[in-house]
Antibody, heavy 118, light 110 residues
Framework: QVQLQESGPGLVKPSETLSLTCDVS?????????WGWIRQPPGKGLEWIGS???????YYNPSLKSRVTISVETSKNKFSLKLSSVTAADTAVYYC???????????WGQGILVTVSS | QTVVTQEPSFSVSPGGTITLTCGLS?????????PSWYQQTPGQAPRTLIY???IRSSGVPDRFSGSILGNKAALTITGAQADDESDYYC??????????FGGGTKLTVL
């Protein structure tokens, strides 16, 4: 059974960089699939942030592209998200998920709330 | 940027049938957008219902079905139950590795 688990600081100061990791168990990232990050501000909808292929190729939401870096560490079976120059608008629950090139986001991690505040 | 549209809210009576839609601010949803649908209850991660238009995810009851209706993707719930009261999101593939979620539909069963 594939499981994903997000981890990282729950509080980030404005203008700093948000860094999260998604640990994958039950499946080897190097075997394939895309690995994505999705966020959800409190009381709002879902927003795709970006995805990384197991080879390291990346795809980003154009509205966030200038601030986002997603990378994969196949040796540790995890992938990471960095979002720079954060503001209060980046406060959200951040989810990681696996997906095919044109398939469903599944499974999802449980999500981690990141608050941007001084 | 293209906006993916969903009804903000909908209500259905227990046992009733409802169809939620997922459209584009410009253009029509076709098979090449590979629509998928997710159900989310408060405080929980989304649950995959339907992917690639009409394929049910493992464990999803067959009263949930997906299709293309006219120029939109659609999620139909047949025989709505109280625990179907949730938020429903669609996501479309825009090509070049880009995905866009709809704003979500809040479904009330009453």
């Amino acid at each position: 059974q594939v499981q994903l688990q997000e981890s990282g600081p729950g509080l980030v100061k404005p203008s700093e960089t948000l860094s999260l990791t998604c640990d994958v168990s039950g499946y080897s990232i190097s075997s394939g699939y895309y690995w994505g990050w999705i966020r959800q501000p409190p009381g709002k909808g879902l927003e795709w942030i970006g995805s990384v292929y197991h080879s390291g190729s990346t795809y980003y939401n154009p509205s966030l592209k200038s601030r986002v870096t997603i990378s994969v560490e196949t040796s540790k079976n995890k992938f990471s998200l960095k979002l720079s120059s954060v503001t209060a608008a980046d406060t959200a629950v951040y989810y990681c998920a696996r997906h095919l090139a044109v398939g469903a986001f599944d499974p999802w991690g449980q999500g981690i709330l990141v608050t941007v505040s001084s | 940027q293209t906006v993916v549209t969903q009804e903000p809210s909908f209500s259905v009576s227990p046992g009733g049938t409802i169809t939620l839609t997922c459209g584009l601010s410009s253009g029509s949803v076709s098979t090449s957008y590979y629509p998928s649908w997710y159900q989310q209850t408060p405080g929980q991660a989304p649950r995959t219902l339907i992917y690639n238009i009409n394929i049910r995810s493992s464990g999803v009851p067959d009263r949930f079905s997906g299709s293309i209706l006219g120029n939109k993707a659609a999620l139909t719930i047949t025989g709505a139950q109280a625990d179907d009261e949730s938020d429903y999101y669609c996501v479309l593939y825009m090509g070049s590795g880009i995905w866009v979620f709809g704003g979500g539909t809040k479904l009330t069963v009453l």
